[in-house]
């Protein structure tokens, strides 16, 4: 079946990097989109970036000076950078699945990051 | 960037009833239209996709409507277990967008 699981750090000290890997099982990263999303206190569930099935990204404009999105097709693993980490970036980030008709039909069961000093 | 609004932000249901939510599109967005619930401390859920087209696994009370800028989500006997947060989100044009919510309470 689809499965899809988040891993990183849950904290990450201001101007730092996030990394976080996605790991998936139960299909191909090379026939779906895979997605990031974060959900935040101040911002609620913010669409990030994705990373086509051929390969090609697309960033959110509010990241994308500094969000980066690649993967890795032999382990079936999506990454997920981001730098010059806030306070405002904690939150729950989750990579999704993207469907046929442009919605999110799997996710992950989320990483919490805080970013604190 | 497309805004969708959601409304209330906060129902109080009784089991039983049949509630209707509303997002709309401060632009068309066709049909490419989704929604989600969650749950405390889990992650979205698929519930519709593309307006209307319903999910597998998803109870049959749960059914949605309309296209270009204005979308209903309706549940036909509302269950205890109903009880979430429940968002729309675009997928006609990006950034991809989602609304902030409606919190369905108990009465």
């Known amino acids: 079946q689809v499965q899809l699981k988040e891993t990183g750090p849950g904290l990450v000290q201001p101007t730092q990097t996030l990394s976080i890997t996605c790991t998936v099982s139960?299909?191909?990263?090379?026939?779906?989109?895979m997605q990031w999303v974060r959900q935040t206190p101040g911002k609620g569930l913010e669409w990030m970036g994705f990373?086509?099935?051929?390969?090609?990204?697309e960033y959110n404009s509010e990241f994308k000076s500094r969000l980066s999105i690649s993967r890795d097709t032999s382990k079936n693993q999506v990454f997920l950078k981001m730098n010059s980490l806030k306070t405002e970036d904690t939150g729950v980030y989750y990579c999704?699945?993207?469907?046929?008709?442009?919605?999110?039909?799997?996710w992950g069961q989320g990483v919490m990051v805080t970013v604190s000093s | 960037d497309v805004v969708l609004t959601q409304s209330p932000a906060t129902l109080s249901v009784t089991p039983g009833e049949r509630i209707s939510l509303s997002c709309r599109a401060s632009?068309?967005?066709?049909?490419?239209l989704h929604w989600y619930q969650q749950k405390p401390n889990e992650s979205p859920r698929l519930l519709i996709k593309?307006?209307?087209q319903s999910i597998s696994g998803i109870p049959s009370r749960f059914s949605g409507s309309g296209s270009g800028t204005d979308f209903t989500l309706s549940i036909n006997g509302v269950e205890l277990e109903d009880l979430s947060i429940y968002y729309c989100?675009?997928?006609?044009?990006?950034?991809?967008?989602f609304g902030a919510g409606t919190k369905l309470e108990l009465k």
């Open positions: 999704a699945r993207e469907g046929y008709t442009y919605d999110f039909d799997y």
């Open positions: 139960g299909f191909s990263l090379t026939s779906y989109y």
């Open positions: 990373i086509r099935s051929g390969g090609s990204t």
């Open positions: 632009e068309s967005v066709d049909t490419y």
């Open positions: 593309y307006a209307s």
């Open positions: 989100q675009q997928g006609n044009s990006l950034p991809h967008t």
